[in-house]
């Protein structure tokens, strides 16, 4: 039997790939209502594949608050969140308490596997309390991507085990021994560093590709075949150079501060990071800096109606945490109140509780205002007809519009396609 304690894309992602490793699992949260909705079985976030399977294995499976459930686990899973305090410094306040809670509840000789995203020198404290306690603790980093949470759970890029003891990594190992991917093993604070270092090198490459986006509209270059031809070496590789309005969500905003934070505290400051946030925070509101260029100032926007196209943070989750559209539209609210929010993966519990209008019906939509914000890669604008596009401006915050949906344009505005005519 294993425990696994917060149950959010990542405890839900570890619940589900043990459940297929068929497992039996005690999950648990502090949230009654994700309680009740897991019991129910609705699944509290948007992720593909882990509903089917929490149903088809719900006899293994017990969904509760209560700690005590957790005795007889041999192996507890950590799961909580690590949110950041206004200092940038990591809050420990949740995991802090969870520690604490295991450490009291469970059986001597338990393993505990930290999952949450945790600074260098957490672990160690933990195992010298778990020492004392008669238990052993790990770190093992978790690198899955929203919207392929079951996915990246159950077929892991690495598997990284910061483990300071013999018998922790015993378990370990015959826990992990169905999971089929390189596992390295290394001492706590390395392990640690790893997943911050990691987060940390994507967002920064997310902030380079937009500053090269931002020069490209300068220059009449095309960011896309700048991105293509960079890719095609093979030092540089795949992955995190799509250029846009930056990055958001639940991991990059808060563990680039954290860095940065821990860093500078420990007298070697990661500079290199603290650009990367800087320009974050710049790229966020290239779409409204357009916006205010075009009208000479956003107090001018008078009667033209706004669609937000795309709320979350990305185009496949329906995550609001740091959402890039929202810190936008509290900027826009301020000047005009004639705007419509558009998200097909938003349920209807989250659009209650945000306080605007929503619109269903992509293509009615589009016929009912005058501008588009885009702000996620939401890719069904491009099977609309071309001619819905005639008179609109459109402020392109993913480069998703097609090239000849963005020349029918009044105005299209995307970043880094600075080769388009009409741009
Ligand atoms: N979301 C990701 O893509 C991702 C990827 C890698 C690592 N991480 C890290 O994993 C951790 C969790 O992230 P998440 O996105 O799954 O968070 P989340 O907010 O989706 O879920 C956390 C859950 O923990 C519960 N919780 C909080 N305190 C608790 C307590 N004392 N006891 C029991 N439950 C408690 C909350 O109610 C919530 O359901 C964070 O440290 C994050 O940085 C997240």
Known sequence: MIGVIGLGYVGLGVV???LTFKHDVTAIDIDEEKIKQLKNGILPISEPHILEVLNENKNRVIY???YSLLKGCEVVFVCVNTPENKDWSVNLDAINKCVDDVLNKVDKGTLIIIKSTVLVGYTSMVAKKAKEAGMYVVFMPEFLRQGHAYQDSISPSRIVIGAEDDKALEIVNKLYSSFDCPKVVTNFASAELAKYASNNF??????FINQIANFSNVVGANIQDVKDIMELDPRIGKGSLNPGVGFGGGCFVKDTKALYKQSEDLGSPITIVKETINQNEKQKYILLNELSNLFNGLEYLKDNKILVVGVSFKANSADLRNSIALD??????????KFALYDPL???????????????NLENAIKLYDILLIFTEREEINDLPLDLFKDKI??????????????KCKHCFSVGRGDLKKI
């Open 202 to 207: 994507l967002a920064t490459k997310i902030s």
């Open 16 to 18: 589900s790939s043990f």
């Open 64 to 66: 509760s608050h209560d």
């Open 394 to 407: 459109v402020l392109d915050g993913r480069n998703v519009l097609s090239d000849d949906r963005a020349l």
């Open 328 to 337: 936008n539209i509290k900027v826009l609210e301020r000047f005009t109140n």
């Open 346 to 360: 938003l349920g209807k519990e989250d659009k209650k509780r945000l306080p605007y209008k929503f619109e269903d």
